[in-house]
Every structure is written in structure tokens, then in C-alpha cells.
């Protein structure tokens, strides 16, 4: 019996999660985490029976706590002891923003596997997580699409590939100029259907910078090896190219479910019953326009100069996203207030301590410049 971790349980990423568990034999839920969305996790509870629950919003803990008799409850500050749990053999982490940094962390120096949706964590402290993965035995498996894409890809050579391209659906401003960007226009994503921020993330261009950064920590693949390509479709994923001119690419339906089904079963694949039909199949690729999509080349530059900066992005990018969504600033802002955020980052050392610091520092930083 496989036993299964959920942190983030309550959203988009977690209820496919729990929705795929569900129909996987041999894997028992043993600890969930959620934030604000109590009541599903009380239905969760009655459903999964796990042994402990973690509440990481305060009041959302207290209510919590006075209504489930049948598990642990940990409030938010003990998140981290998820991650300690002898018995957890697999841990995905489908939380939004920085919160489960420090669990990732706890748990690969646990030695334990880590399905690995969430990409603030990786975006801000890679280098870090790799090397307490590599020093503890440890191991991250890829859940984002893309990665997971290339994940699979990789695994057919031992050759090391000349370059790796991710693929890029545009987002919503495609569709329309860069003007009248309203919330609701951009929450009605045309193809992946997911939590808000990451759907505002890949409008703007932020998830596909966070996925280069991703790719250049997972797999350790220099920044100028890694290419993004526009594909509308989104039925590739990912591609490796090989000195020889061959390139190996994974296809499939855009279905979350599947790459986390991938990461709970690996290496093995388990029917999903999720087929593409090839017979109408019309698959288009472009140079991803990397003009339209400010964030996207800021977040890239920030990755390659690496330390603090893209923690400082992530914190501006958090701030940014919130007030957009409460009609506080404009669409057209957010790439200002990053840049003029990220240029006024205190130098500091990086360490998983100055990573959460510094994100901080900037979420309040853009928020008076807002
Ligand atoms: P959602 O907003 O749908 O869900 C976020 C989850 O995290 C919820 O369970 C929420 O709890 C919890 N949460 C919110 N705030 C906090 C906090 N401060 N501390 C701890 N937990 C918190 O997001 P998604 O599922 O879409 O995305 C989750 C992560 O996965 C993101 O990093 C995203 O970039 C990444 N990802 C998502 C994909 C997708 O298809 N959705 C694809 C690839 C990557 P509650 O609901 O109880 O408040
Ligand atoms: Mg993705």
C-alpha cells in the first residue's frame, strides 16, 4: 500500500489529485492539507479517513478543528510535520505560492518523494531543493505538464540533448490585444482549466518564465538550451532534440490528471482511457512571441541571475496578481511594478531563510507601489 500525502488538497491541482487516488488501487490517503476550504476538507475526511489534516489559514483552522473528531487537525504553523511522517511514501504538493517551500524541503531531506506541482517552490529555491534531494536520497518528480513532458522524453536516451523546447498555449491575451484585460476575460483560459493566479500567471507570460526556471532546475539544462514554442493546441508538451537531429516529443490530451496519475504510478502508466484522435489531429507550431509577454523575459532574466532575484519576482508577482484580480490596478501594470520591484532587491545570501525573506519583502514592496 502506497501512502499518499495531498498538500493543497482543496484545489484545482489537489481535487484532480484526489479524483485520480480515487480510482487507484493500492494507495491510501494518509495526510491532506488545505487553506481556507474547510468544509471539503471535512467532507474529505469522512471520505479518505486519513490520520492528519493541517489547516493552514488560522481561522479556517479553528473552525476545522471544533468540527473533525476523526483525524489529526495541525494548525498552520505545523504544516511541516506532513513531510516528517514516517509513513508518507509520496508527497504531492499541489499548493499554491511559497507556502510548502519549507515541507518540500522537510520531506527530501527525509529521503521521501516529492510530486512536485506547485512552482514557486522550485522557481525560488531549485538549486537548494536539487541538492537536499541529491544529498538525502530524495526525489522530485515533475507534475506541470511540461515537465513532465520532458521528463518522459529524457528517459528514453542517456545522451545528453543539444536543447529542450516547452510548449506554450499563449493564454488569453492572445485572443485580444493587450488593452481592456479585464479579470473575468483573462479567468476564462481557453484550454487549461485551473486555480486563478496560475491562469493570470500564464496570461501574462509568468508561468511559462517559471516553467524555463523549473526546466533549468529539474533537469539541470543551461538557460540557453531551453526554448519555448507557441503551440495553440497544447497537445505536445515537450520535445528533446539530439545532436543527430532527431527530437523525441510526448503528446497528450490537456488533462492535469494525467501527469499526476504519471507521478503517483511511476515509472508505470495506468489506464486513463484518455485518448487524442489522431485521424483529426491538426497540430500547429510558431515562435513563441516573447515581445508580447514582458513577464516572461523578466522572470527568465531573473532565473539566470538566480540567488534571491526570483524569489523577489515570485513575491512582486503574488502582490501584483492579487490586485489585479480585485480590480485595483490595471493588466498593463503588473510588468512595471515586478520590474521596478525586482531592481530594488536587497543583496543578500541565498538561503532557503532569505528566499521566504526576500519574497516578503517584495510582496510588500510592490504593494506601495501599487
Ligand atoms: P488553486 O488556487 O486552485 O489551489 C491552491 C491550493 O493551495 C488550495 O488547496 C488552497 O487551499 C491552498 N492554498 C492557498 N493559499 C495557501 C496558503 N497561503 N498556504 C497554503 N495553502 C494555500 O491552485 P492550483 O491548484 O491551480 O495550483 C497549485 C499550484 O500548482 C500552483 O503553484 C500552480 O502554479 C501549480 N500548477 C497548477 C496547474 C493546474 O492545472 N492547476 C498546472 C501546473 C502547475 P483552499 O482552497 O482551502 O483555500
Ligand atoms: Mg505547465
Known amino acids: 500500500m502506497k501512502?499518499?500525502?495531498?498538500?493543497?488538497?482543496?484545489?484545482?491541482?489537489?481535487?484532480?489529485?484526489?479524483?485520480?487516488?480515487?480510482?487507484?488501487?493500492?494507495?491510501k490517503i494518509i495526510s491532506l492539507s488545505a487553506h481556507s476550504?474547510?468544509?471539503?476538507?471535512?467532507?474529505y475526511v469522512r471520505e479518505f479517513k486519513p490520520k492528519t489534516v493541517c489547516v493552514t489559514n488560522e481561522k479556517a483552522?479553528?473552525?476545522a478543528k471544533s468540527k473533525i473528531k476523526d483525524a489529526k487537525v495541525l494548525p498552520p504553523w505545523q504544516l511541516f510535520r506532513l513531510a516528517e511522517d514516517k509513513n508518507t511514501d509520496i508527497i504531492i504538493a499541489g499548493s499554491s505560492g511559497s507556502s510548502a517551500l519549507p515541507v518540500i524541503l522537510a520531506a527530501l531531506k527525509n529521503g521521501k518523494t516529492v510530486a512536485v506541482a506547485n512552482k514557486e517552490p522550485i522557481v525560488m529555491a531549485g538549486d537548494i531543493l536539487k541538492k537536499a534531494a541529491e544529498k538525502h536520497g530524495g526525489k522530485i518528480i515533475p507534475v506541470d505538464s511540461e515537465h513532465s513532458a520532458i521528463f518522459h522524453c529524457l528517459a528514453t536516451s542517456k545522451t545528453k540533448p543539444e536543447k529542450i523546447y516547452i510548449t506554450s498555449s499563449g493564454g488569453?491575451?492572445?485572443?485580444?490585444?493587450?488593452?481592456?484585460i479585464t479579470p473575468a476575460f483573462i479567468l476564462k483560459h481557453p484550454i487549461?482549466?485551473?486555480g486563478k493566479k496560475i491562469t493570470v500567471d500564464s496570461s501574462t507570460g509568468v508561468n511559462k518564465g517559471f516553467e524555463v526556471i523549473e526546466a533549468h532546475h529539474l533537469f539541470g539544462i543551461d538557460f540557453s538550451k531551453i526554448g519555448v514554442i507557441l503551440h495553440p493546441e497544447?497537445?505536445?508538451?515537450?520535445?528533446?532534440?539530439y545532436a543527430d537531429g532527431s527530437s523525441v516529443a510526448y503528446l497528450s490530451r490537456p488533462d492535469m490528471k494525467i501527469p499526476i496519475k504519471y507521478a503517483l504510478t511511476y515509472p508505470q502508466k495506468l489506464p486513463l482511457k484518455n485518448f487524442l484522435d489522431y485521424k483529426n489531429l491538426n497540430l500547429t507550431f510558431k515562435k513563441f512571441p516573447e515581445e508580447k509577454y514582458?513577464?516572461?523575459?523578466?522572470?527568465v532574466k531573473c532565473g539566470k541571475k538566480?540567488?534571491?532575484?526570483?524569489?523577489?519576482?515570485?513575491?512582486?508577482?503574488e502582490t501584483t496578481v492579487k490586485f489585479f484580480l480585485k480590480g485595483k490596478i490595471p493588466f498593463s501594470k503588473i510588468p512595471k511594478i515586478i520590474e521596478k520591484t525586482v531592481s530594488k532587491t536587497p543583496s543578500v545570501k541565498y538561503t532557503i531563510e532569505n528566499c521566504l525573506k526576500i519574497e516578503k519583502w517584495a510582496m510588500d514592496f510592490a504593494g506601495r507601489i501599487s
Open 172 to 180: 488569453a491575451i492572445l485572443k485580444r490585444g493587450a488593452r481592456k
Open 234 to 241: 497544447a497537445i505536445v508538451h515537450g520535445i528533446v532534440e
Open 306 to 317: 538566480g540567488g534571491v532575484l526570483p524569489s523577489s519576482f515570485c513575491g512582486a508577482n
Open 61 to 63: 483552522y479553528e473552525k
Open 294 to 299: 514582458a513577464c516572461f523575459c523578466l522572470a
Open 3 to 27: 501512502k499518499v500525502s495531498v498538500l493543497g488538497a482543496t484545489g484545482s491541482i489537489g481535487r484532480q489529485t484526489i479524483k485520480v487516488l480515487k480510482g487507484l488501487s493500492g494507495y
Open 192 to 194: 487549461w482549466k485551473m
Open 37 to 43: 476550504n474547510y468544509k471539503l476538507l471535512i467532507d
